[in-house]
């Protein structure tokens, strides 16, 4: 009996730590604050100016089929456009 309580203890302990990892890596809502964080970050010392480009990655599908296509680690890019503070 002492064997299978800590074997469902164990278990349970995975899957709030799989459910953790998996809401702080891999959430696309969570890496978008991550993201937009960083960005402000970096505007907020004019480390990113008109004309610079960015590259990017998601999670998407889509992204990923790119990242294979094209033998990169982006699937994206962009060009930087201020206008005032946005």
Do not use: W
Request: aromatic letters at 6%; glycine letters at 8%.
């Amino acid at each position: 009996m002492k064997k299978f309580i800590t074997v469902i203890m164990i278990s349970g302990l995975l899957v709030i730590t799989g459910l953790y990892a998996k809401r702080k890596f891999h959430d696309p809502s969570h890496r978008l604050e991550n993201a937009t964080k960083q960005v402000s970050q970096l505007a907020g010392k004019d480390d990113i100016k008109n004309g610079d480009i960015i590259f990017q990655i998601s999670l998407s599908g889509q992204s990923k089929a790119i990242q294979l296509a094209t033998h990169s680690e982006f699937s994206h890019c962009g060009i930087i456009y201020r206008n005032g503070n946005d």
